[in-house]
């Protein structure tokens, strides 16, 4: 007869065993991992990295409005996959240069946006760099696993909708955006979408991963309906590209993607009744293919242009 | 009569009342975060940054080792509060010059570390930076919350302890420890410590994070009890310093510090069963103070000398 184990080699053996693991849900490659902790709770984690100088200039944007953004920009990866936001850890990096007072507004402004959008600020780390300013926001977020929209759930026929307006974020609202939490909790509970992602690299690059995620789809985008931005008009005036390419590449919108079946987004318009705009932009297709429809019915191929980091 | 209201208007009532929050069982100042999800679910979040050049050297270290080092801190806190660890994500700013082989080499060693230590790595970022790389890492736990050990817990009397030998970790351990989650678990099962820590600023700061956490009491340390590892003893050959400061003071030695009352201290050392060293090394005083005791009986104060980020 095997030897009886002790407490202890039972719990080593039960911890080597995993018996008692988590069940990842979604591992890496969407807005969250969603981790299933007990029965009906899911936990979802995002963790986004903001550099001085890559995601903002510190010499030029407030110093509160960056400490903000960091915030905000897990809490979208949150709403994205209609997750209700718990809890919020920030990690700074601080260049031994920075003056005290600069580093404590950023600090604060992580703060401030923690308690504007209604969630825990409960940890962080603070260490010094040779380098830029660098601050690391992970949000756990809380989310019913049947209620849960990953990028991966679109499907052909299904109507394309957006959030908000698009475009020209490069001139304010990369810094101070609203994470659209709300919106998303009202699309999950009220309704029936089928895949979501938020907008943080442009519709066109985000728009492709929910169409490879879901199987290889493609889509078709009706350059009229596009919802292009105040911002993106006032951008264009200033670069080469029509305001539409802005709405179309520009990344750090933070608005929602999401796709729903056409019955279902026409109730979404007619129901919606939030604040925030929402608007069915293009449909998805069956084969593969990002292509924009003009007015008159013509259809061109959709380049990808987004912003992509690290890019030589 | 109050207009009923619209299902919308009641989420969003039920939003803005945080009916449904998370209740924050520990918030900004332990070794982790602990967040209630759901009954008799508690789940531990920490966060930390590395950064090259102050908590590594790409230039000296093996890539892999740093990437080990980035998981292992994290997890470190995670066995601190008595946790199991569950998954972790991690974000790296990758700086323009660094050679991709060498960032895919620090990334292997992220995945590897956890597959070695059984924990799930189920998301990240990796952005660009002008400065060092650094890597933050966040882990996600679970534990039981009556088993939950935090800093405050300590009472005068007892006991304090620590696993493993101190000292010296700048000479490699810093970046090949094994975080003590197999000895944490095994504590908070099998035994009933009162509150703990991991040494990562050194035995005296940390002990002091204790003391002061669990109402401003105080701690007399064992000269002869310390456990000085063979590194601090090498290190000292080459510092102007005694090895047992350097086990006193050091930081990142990543063992558990923690308290026992003294009849199940004993019961822990005669017990304990597991090839990790566990030491008594003093007890905790009702009067603020640290102090350490020679073999003679000779007692001075002990000055907390432990590394501190961003020291002038």
Redesign the interface.
Known sequence: MAKRK???EL??WL??E?V???R?R????DD??A?D??P??T?L???????D???FRLDEHPADLVGRKAVGVSLSDIAAMAG?A??V????????ECPVDLAERVCTGIAEACHEF?V?????????????L?I?T?A?G?VCPERMLSRSGAKAGDSIMVTGDLGGSILGRHLNFIPR??EA??LA??FSPHAMIDVSDGVSRDLSHVLSESGGLGAELESAAIPVSAAARQLATHTERPALWHALNDGEDFELLFTAAQPEAERIVAQW??PTLVTVIGQVTPEPGLWLRDPEGWRSPLEIEGYE??RP
Chains 1, 2 share one sequence.
């Open positions: 002790s407490e202890f719990i080593h911890r080597s995993r008692l693991p988590c990842v979604l591992g890496i490659g969250c991992a981790v902790l007990g009906g709770e936990c984690i995002t963790t986004d990295t903001i550099v100088g890559v995601h209700r718990l809890a850890v920030s990690a700074v990096a601080i260049p031994a209604g825990d600020l409960v940890g962080g780390d603070v260490v010094g760099t040779s380098g830029p660098t690391t992970t756990l809380g939490l709300r909790g009202s509970t009220r009744g939030d980091h690290l």
